[in-house]
Every structure is written in C-alpha cells, then in structure tokens.
C-alpha cells in the first residue's frame, strides 16, 4: 500500500490511503480517473490556532442603531459567538465524528468529489443519495445517518433502512472548488448519477432540501434510468403565472385559495427582504473577499438571510443563542453544530466558491420544478414558505407523498432529524418494491 498526502487545499493536510484502482463492497473502480479513495480529515493544528487568532483580533464596527435585527446581524450576539468560537470550541470533536464515517473522494467531470458513504447492515435497504444546501454541508446531515441506515435502532423496522451516500457539493467543504464554470444544478446532477453508478447502485433513489432540492429535482428532470424517485423538503411549485406576478412584486390574485394566498405573501416577503445575500451571490459572488479573509466575516454572511431572523436563519440563531427567536426554535441544532459547519467553510476555504453556485444556476428554486418522475414532498412549518397542496400537485405529476410536518424548518435534517428521517422512509416506501423486484 502507497499511503501519502494525496490532497492539500487553503493550507490543509488531508491525510488519506491511494489505493489506486480497488474494490470497495464488492465495486471495482474501472481505472485510476474513477478511482474510489477513503478519505480522512486532519486539520493542522497551526490553521485552527491561525483561525482563532483572526476571530480574537476582529475589528469591530459600531453597534447597530436599532434594537432589533433589522439592520443585520446583532453585534451583542455575534460577539458573543466569536468569544466562544475563539477560546472553547473543539473543532476536533467534529473531526471525530467525520472520521468515524466511511469517507471517499472520486473524480467526476475533473473535480474532486467528496462523499459519506454508509452502508446498512440490513440486506433490501435502498440506496439514497442526500444533497446538502447553503450555507450547509455534509455536517447537516450527520444526524440522520443512524436513524435511515440503522433503523431498528431508532424505532423503525428494517424494511425502511436505506444505504446513505451524502456527497459535498463542488465547491464545499471537502470538494474540490471548479475552476471552470458550468457547475450548476444540472451538471452536478449528471455527476450525482455518475457516483451512484460508480459505487455500483443500479437503482436509487435522491432527496434534497435548499440547493439540494435542486439538484434533485434536476436529476428526475434527467431522467436517468436508475432514479426511481425523489423526496424534497424545498419544493418548487410556484406556477409560471404566479411568478411573474412575485417578481413584479404584485397583489396576490383573487382566484388564489387560503393556502395559496399565505404562500404568495410569504414569497412576496422572501423576495422583498430576505434575498439580497443571494441576489449578491448570484451576480458578483468573486467580490466576497472578505469571508475568505476574516471568520466571523464568514460567519455573519452566513447566518444572516434578510430583513429580521426568520427562517432560514432562526434555527442558527436560535442555537447560538439558546432561545427561541421570533417564535422559532432550534430543536436538535446546538451552537456546536452552527460553528462545525461554519469551521469547515473556513477551513476549507469556500465561502467564495460555495456562493458561485448561485452565479452559476438561472432558475429559481421555488419555480414549478416540472417533474414527472414519482416525487414525495414534506412541508415543515418553518421553511421560507408552505407549499400548497394543489401547486405541489400541478408541480409533481406523479406525487406520491404529501404531508405537512408539525415541528422543523428550512435545516429540517438538522433542526429534526427524527422527524425528517419519518418523512424520508414514508415518502419512499411505495418505491421498495420497485427497487426489489
């Protein structure tokens, strides 16, 4: 064995064994391009002292002149944050917890990707691919390992275990970053099928919140003959009519029914407040020099999404602070969790190349996706809006799961991941059959 430090990024030392080309769960990779790698993290200890010294010596603006959030980030919080962040967190202990994982890198289209991949003990468990999001990562899914690949551990029966791969995005986290462009939803879609094939999944099935939704959604649109189906927390299901209206920033129709009207108002107040980071992101996200220059830069760009704390922002607030904020809670989301997923975008130096994602894909995510492969969707009542059932269905031809959760919001993996890992084995468990024939 060839054992060497086969990847270096933003001053890391990723320390992993080449194997070259080998046979991993009884899967041969074809040749070295295809290679599947095990991955293991290993920060330097110099990185995490020179991150902390950058958070203890943050030159700090002026209080804001409101006493709300309005204005952004509350300086009395995040210095709060960064005090903790900069003496006590243990970054280690995320560390820990990502090496205990089955970790891999492949390349795919010329970019490095980086993936966890559990399998069940149990026999007929279905392969699922799960795409994180930003400003997530792998780290927002951590949770929901043990509940979907071990689920009679967690009150559940074996027939709903699943065989869990959670790749990083291009361009997060362990990832490499593309140096070309191109690398929008669609083409890491393509990707995703390339891995799942690769690691020799004949038939699977993809979920997906945020960005992950539509990465999903763009893998059922492709329709590649392994997808049997998909499961989405982000649904896009805005009628064409009904977004050039939000986009004129119009009165809701009158036709419109109760549930579509709250969603029409709750999209109007999306559009309007709380998407100015993403509309920077989406035309000048090379400007954002600063999050790659200072870590609580970073960390407010962040956690911040708008005009007070509402979702999808509240749960990371509302863990840093260890309150409910503006009626919404934090459920199983701790501070630690915030700063681990935080800590990896410092590391690993993507808080500028994560954004170009927003560059990159023209489509809005909450658009009808158009979708005619069978489609589950779960509305949890704190996401940036409640998609209604009649939209959902013109959006999704072949709905085969609806259902409005009672706790979680847009991290819903990370703020509930009891009861995201629910929504995912009901949503799938009409497709099992059709994986084993």
Known sequence: MDRRHFISKAGLGFAAASFGTFDMDGVAAADESSAIRPFHVKVLESDLADMRRRITSTRWPDRETVSDSSQGVQLEMIQGLARYWGTEYDWRKCETTLNALPQFTTEIDGVTVHFIHVRSKHAEALPLIVTHGWPGSVIEQLKIIGPLT????????????????????????????????????????????VLMTRLGYTKF???????????????????????????????????????????????????????????????????????AYATFMATRPQTLYGIADSPVGLATWMIDHGDGYGQPAAAMVSAIAGRTIDGHTAGALTRDDVLDDITLYWLTNTGVSSGRLYWETKTSLYNAADVSLPAAVSIFPGENYQAPRSWTEAAYQHLIYFNEVAAGGHYAAWEQPQLFSEEVRAGFRSLRSVSHP
Do not use: C
């Open 150 to 193: 071990d689920p009679t551990a967690h009150g559940a029966k074996a027939a709903d275990a699943f065989h869990l791969v959670i790749p990083s995005i291009p361009g997060y986290g362990f990832s490499s970053r593309p140096a070309t462009t191109g690398w929008d939803t669609d083409r890491i879609a393509r990707a995703w099928v």
């Open 205 to 275: 099935v993809a979920q997906g919140g945020d960005w992950g939704a539509g990465v999903t959604e763009a893998m059922a649109k492709q329709t590649p003959p392994g997808l049997l189906g998909i499961h989405v927390n982000l649904p896009g299901t805005v009628p064409p009519d009904i977004a050039k209206l939000l986009l004129a920033a119009a009165p809701p129709p009158a036709t419109l029914s109760s549930d579509e009207r709250r969603a029409y108002e709750q999209l109007n107040n999306l559009y309007a407040k709380k998407r």
